[in-house]
């Protein structure tokens, strides 16, 4: 698991915690990026803002994304992920509560790998998660 990262583009504290939670509890990951917006979130990948100076050749393994987030949603920042060669091939998970059809649609329209709806119940969030773990840190090989 040594180098395998996963980025967190999330805006609720809760799900963050929850999320690295379940994440750790499997021993998932070694290092995790976690950006709170797009302009985080994107700086981690493109090595600006706060971000800047990063070497921005090693990326994540695969980034779960948010879409409901207030500034600009997640939708944008995938759109701006699949827009840069650098990123253009970098796992995108959709992880929202959002279940209208449209944003599911979008999402797989602007490239995202995969659509997850966050399950409200604790102990569902936390399964999803670590299959989410296991699936793109374990048994999938990147590109």
């Given amino acids: 698991m040594k180098d395998k990262i996963i980025l967190l583009v999330e805006d609720n504290p809760d799900d963050v915690k929850l999320t690295l939670r379940a994440l750790k509890k499997k021993q998932y990951q070694e290092r995790s990026g976690r950006g709170r917006g797009r302009r985080r979130g994107s700086g981690l990948s493109f090595g600006t803002g706060k971000f800047a100076g990063r070497n921005t050749g090693i990326l994540p393994q695969v980034v779960l994304l948010d879409l409901k987030m207030p500034?600009?949603?997640?939708?944008?920042?995938?759109?701006?992920?699949?827009?840069?060669?650098?990123?253009?091939?970098?796992?995108v998970v959709i992880l929202t509560t959002s279940s209208e059809d449209k944003d599911r649609v979008d999402s797989y329209k602007l490239g995202a790998n995969s659509y997850i709806r966050k399950p409200v119940d604790f102990n569902q969030f936390v399964a999803a998660v670590q299959q989410l773990g296991l699936y793109w840190l374990v048994l999938n090989e990147s590109p």
């Fill in 71 to 91: 500034k600009m949603d997640g939708l944008e920042v995938l759109h701006r992920i699949r827009s840069d060669e650098r990123t253009r091939v970098l796992p």
